[in-house]
C-alpha cells in the first residue's frame, strides 16, 4: 500500500481552494496555514477535528460537524453547517491522482496540488472562460525557464 500524504485543504464556499502538503498535521501547522490564507473575518467550516478547534476562536465564527454521530450537515439560522464543500475539492484530486497521473512522488506534490488549486478557482462556474484561464495559465510561466541539464552533467553518459 502506498504511504499517504497530509494534505490541509481550504475552500472558500462558491470562491478558490487551497491545498498544503505538510509533513504533519498539528494544531500548530494547520494554525499556520489558516492564519496565512484565511481572512480572520471568515466562518470556518469544518468537522470536530481537534486541530482546529483553539484556532476557530480566532475567526468570526467556526462551525461544526459532528461525523461520529452521523451529523454530517445541519442547519443553523437557515444555514447549512457542512463539510462537503472541501470534502468535494479532494474527492477531484483523489479521482486525478488516480486516474490521471497515477504517481506523485513527494518532492513533487505541492505542484499537483497547485495545479488541481488553479482549476478548481478558475472553473467554469465562476464564470472563468478557456481564453481567461489560458491567460491566466500563461501570464504564470512569464520570465520562467524550463532548463534541461547535459546528460553528461546527470551521469548518465
Known sequence: MKPKRTVIGLVERGGKA????VQHATKA???DVLVRNADRNSTLYTDQSKLCTVTGEEYASHKTTN???GEYVRYEDGAAIHSDTIENVFS???R????????CGEAHLHRYLAE???????RTALKVTDIERRDQLLAMVQGKRL?????????LA
Open 67 to 69: 461525523h461520529s454521530a
Open 116 to 122: 488541481f488549486d488553479f482549476r478548481y478557482s478558475r
Open 18 to 21: 487551497r491545498m498544503v502538503h
Open 92 to 94: 477531484v484530486v483523489k
Open 29 to 31: 501547522v494547520v494554525r
Open 96 to 103: 486525478g491522482m488516480v486516474g490521471v497521473y497515477q504517481h
Open 147 to 155: 532548463i534541461y541539464r547535459r546528460i553528461n552533467e546527470i551521469g
